[in-house]
């Protein structure tokens, strides 16, 4: 669903053709779905080994170190999901991607939504995020950001962003039981949803940016 919701994003607002570096490409399973689409795609991950994809060009990179690339190319678009909350430092992040394109250039970036109304709850009850907790750790959740943090950040590194929306299904209530304390729990979910104001939905964010100098 997360990729399918970036698709739609990358449609919208970046027509096929384009050159697009997708960051943190992991596998390549999004880079091979923008490159059946029509986009002109590089791949740019720390893990070799894990990228399969012959037809893909592909950079090996520690991200934390800087985007580090061969020639003066600038891209056109950048692809960066799920991998800001896995850096050491989301200003350094945003100010080397925004080195690599070109003027008027697009982001499509995504993150855990830690102010879904879930995320609060987590946070009341156990002082950790959603998806920030101790069995996040070993598979690289460090970094929590806030649309407010990320929104400054790209305001600040002047960036301009055209959208920020909820990603990723997150039900309101979770029926897996009917016992009293998952229905105590689900009670509290409610309660804080409704109260709940600013980005509560989805249990990511999808933001747009574009390079604005």
């Not at 596998?27 to 893909?56: C, M, P």
Request: hydrophobic share 45%.
């Amino acid at each position: 669903m997360l990729h399918q919701q970036a698709e739609r994003l990358l449609l919208q607002y970046i027509s096929p053709g384009a050159s697009v570096i997708d960051i943190g490409a992991g596998a390549g399973a999004f880079s091979q779905r923008a490159k059946d689409l029509g986009y002109n795609v590089t791949a740019l991950d720390i893990d070799e080994e894990k990228f399969t994809l012959n037809e893909i060009p592909f950079m090996k990179m520690d991200i934390n170190e800087g985007i580090h690339l061969k020639d003066d190319t600038a891209y056109e678009a950048a692809v960066c999901l799920e991998v800001i909350e896995h850096v050491e430092n989301p200003w350094n992040l945003l100010r080397e991607i925004e080195r690599i394109l070109k003027p008027g250039g697009l982001l499509i970036l995504s993150t855990p939504n830690t102010t879904s109304f879930l995320s609060r709850l987590s946070f009341l009850r156990t002082g950790q995020f959603h998806q920030f907790g101790d069995a996040d750790l070993p598979y690289g959740h460090i970094r929590p950001i806030t649309a407010f943090e990320l929104s400054t950040i790209a305001h600040r590194l002047g960036w301009r962003i055209l959208e920020i929306s909820p990603g990723g299904y997150l039900p309101i209530f979770d029926f897996s039981s009917i016992r009293l304390k998952m229905l105590l729990f689900n009670a509290l979910r409610g309660i804080i949803y409704f109260f709940a104001k600013g980005q509560k939905r989805g249990w990511c964010l999808f933001f747009v940016l574009e390079k604005s100098r």
